[in-house]
């Protein structure tokens, strides 16, 4: 199992627009990727500039196949504009 933290960095006056990709994109995270186990977008409470994208899938693999789909690349694409650059990402390794 390998999970990741994704931090993007929005410009301000995009937050709406990019929250709203953001949870089209878990929408269909959770229904096409059956090896995603957890997809969760969340802004911090004391930055809405910042949105946090909680992910956890079975395998390396998984997460590989991921950045293939089609609604990962139209997210990527439809936010390209209102963020800061690519997301920071942190992967992160199963303990338990």
């Known amino acids: 199992m390998i999970g990741l933290v994704a931090v993007i960095k929005v410009k301000p006056g995009n937050e709406k627009q ?44 998984a997460l590989d196949e991921h950045r293939k789909y089609a609604h990962y690349q139209e997210f990527r694409e439809a936010i390209k504009d209102a963020v800061e650059g690519p997301p920071e990402v942190t992967l992160l390794d199963f303990i338990g």
């Open 18 to 61: 990019v929250a709203e990709a953001a949870r089209r994109m878990a929408d269909n995270v959770k229904e096409k990727e059956k090896e995603c186990l957890l997809y969760d977008p969340f802004t911090a409470e004391d930055d809405p500039t910042k949105i946090y994208i909680l992910e956890k899938y079975t395998s390396r693999g």
